[in-house]
């Protein structure tokens, strides 16, 4: 079983800025499409943002572009999360997830397929 600790969330104030890192265990992300999901209460589950195993493809929601960044280490075996700009509105569990063939578009606009334990993101002033 693909299992992940994700880290790094809290509490930041509008604005701010926070970078979530999701480190594998138990097996070796080289070949994963890895995505980022979230979750929050009365919300829709969303696929936030999804890179390819060589880094060459990512794919971010309309929601997150621009303020959001994806990005892997393979040597790590860790994926981050860098999230600028935070609004209210992204307030939410954070959880990444690995997928061995979909394509980072097929993965995040599929986010049902996708769940995780996550950590807790809090933007609030």
């Known amino acids: 079983q693909l299992q992940f600790v994700e880290s790094g969330g809290g509490l930041v104030q509008p604005g701010g800025s926070l970078r979530l890192s999701c480190a594998a265990s138990?097996?070796?992300?080289?070949?994963?499409?890895i995505g980022w999901f979230r979750q929050a209460p009365g919300k829709e589950h969303e696929g936030v943002t999804c890179?390819?195993?060589?880094?060459?493809?990512?794919y971010y929601a309309d929601s997150v572009k621009g303020r959001f960044t994806i990005s892997r280490d393979n040597a790590k075996n860790t994926v981050y999360l860098q999230m600028n700009s935070l609004k209210p509105a992204d307030t939410a569990v954070y959880y990444c997830?690995?997928?061995?063939?979909?394509?980072?578009?097929?993965?995040?606009?599929?986010?049902?397929?996708?769940w995780g334990q996550g950590t807790q993101v809090t933007v609030s002033s």
């Open positions: 890179i390819s195993s060589s880094s060459a493809n990512t």
């Open positions: 997830a690995a997928d061995d063939w979909a394509t980072v578009q097929a993965m995040c606009v599929n986010p049902d397929n996708y």
């Open positions: 138990g097996f070796n992300i080289d070949y994963y499409t």
